[in-house]
């Protein structure tokens, strides 16, 4: 009874500080689509928040390479607001390149120069990686000196043991079977990456919830990875099986439909890998923004509605928190285990 | 659509940061970690079959204590019988070597004794018969200091003898 006060509690005044919000936001425009879209794709800076007028923000290094005029490099803030121009670059208002740096050439046409900036996706991934590394290195650390007679670990070490031991054993060791010891490395770090990635998504505030296993270049590399394990060490049996399958044979020889299928289905595969991680942790942000947005876009229709709203959309995002959680576990899950399931289709002896 | 194209800055340092994620973890996070729990797996699974072996041993060895400390129960009983024995048949045979020596003994001295009684026997004899003559001689000194006498002993003499002839 007494958290459920509190959560009373908190909920009324998180509706006293929105009708405050309310009325000083009042006559400002909320472009929900706006905000949603802004998050889930990349920018050149870090957005933390807005206090009072003043944005808060941590400018990011720009790194690029011109055909014209070779390297550059410099920070992020002199770029904003969008359209300002640095060096001969500036962001992208409109057009193909919507968002991203541009240059004019020679010709007077907008070009992309190579662009290997720090953006806030690559940044977050950057700052993730390491605290993947600090961790897993942190409990090998443990192991070090340590003789199979000790006691096993306890605590945070004794919790990733247990954690990283299901993976390996009810997922990779039970897709890929006896040969799953070459494969388990790559496949636990692809869970633990997508995983880390997720769970730091969720958090709101700097360094998480930037949108990073909800980009395709992240999925796209994941996704290719899979697609050289499976490939590169498939065995003869997988080959066989893609180029000359146990079909009919007018299904095979003159024109080749079924070689055709497999060989798509190569790339069907890992691209559904990508496919759906990018989705679905893209759609988690989408919706739990545009939940949050509900607050905002419901102000200019009065005081009653949008503290009902507020309410409304307070449940809902607390909901598709907890979900987002599952979400996390559940993709890394799930693209460990098809991962898994691919490479041992890879490895399968010949099954009579 | 945007969103469905991969931005190559990103790919980049996606590809680059994923590849040193996975060659440290590979090489130094991962396999440490699998590699102790399985080791440990596989010491608790063979500490399972040592201690069972153990137990095993154990209640062999407590058999086998009680099947020994039985043999040893059989084993004294057994010495002691015998012993018992022994003692019996050196006592008796001591009583009877005792009985056998003290007849020999005996026997001994009975012969000692008589040996000693015929000795002093012949002895008196021996002296009985100086004695004798001697008193013969003294008897006879005197009685025949007359004649007449004389003649009557030589005659009973005769007479004796011829009675004993007869």
Known sequence: MNKLRYIVVVIFSLFALNMSF???????DVNAGEIVMEHISDSYEWHITKIGGTDIVIPLPVILYSHNSGWHVFSSHHLYPAGKEHEGFRIATEGDYEGKIVETNANGEEVRPIDIS????????????LILVLIILGCARWY???????????GFVGFMEMFIMMVENDVIKACIGKEYKRYSPYLLTAFFFIFINNIMGIIPIFPGGANVTGNIAVTFVLALCTFIAVNVFGNKEYWKEILWPEVPTWLKFPVPIMPAIELFGIFTKPFALMIRLFANIMAGHSAILALTSIIFVTVSMGVVVNSLMTGVS????IFMDCMEILV????????????????????????? | MSLL?????LLFWMLLAFCVVFFLLAKFG???ITKMVNERKEYIDQSL???REANEQLANLKAEGESILAKAHEEQTRILTEAAKTREHIVSEAKEQAKIEGNRLLEEAKKQILAEKEDAIRDIRRQVAVLSVDIAEKVLRKNLDDESKQTDMIERLLDEVNLSKN
């Open chain 1, 22 to 28: 309310a009325q000083e936001e009042h006559g400002e």
């Open chain 1, 118 to 129: 720090i953006t806030k996706t690559v940044l977050a991934l950057l700052i993730n990686c």
């Open chain 1, 144 to 154: 070090r000196n340590k003789k199979p007679e000790d006691p096993a670990p306890k």
């Open chain 1, 314 to 317: 307070f449940l809902f995002i």
């Open chain 1, 328 to 352: 996390a576990f559940i993709q890394a899950y799930v693209f460990t285990m098809l991962s898994s399931v691919f490479i041992g289709l890879s490895r399968q002896e010949h099954a009579e």
């Open chain 2, 5 to 9: 194209m991969p931005d190559s800055g």
């Open chain 2, 30 to 32: 991962f396999p440490i």
């Open chain 2, 49 to 51: 079959v040592t201690a």
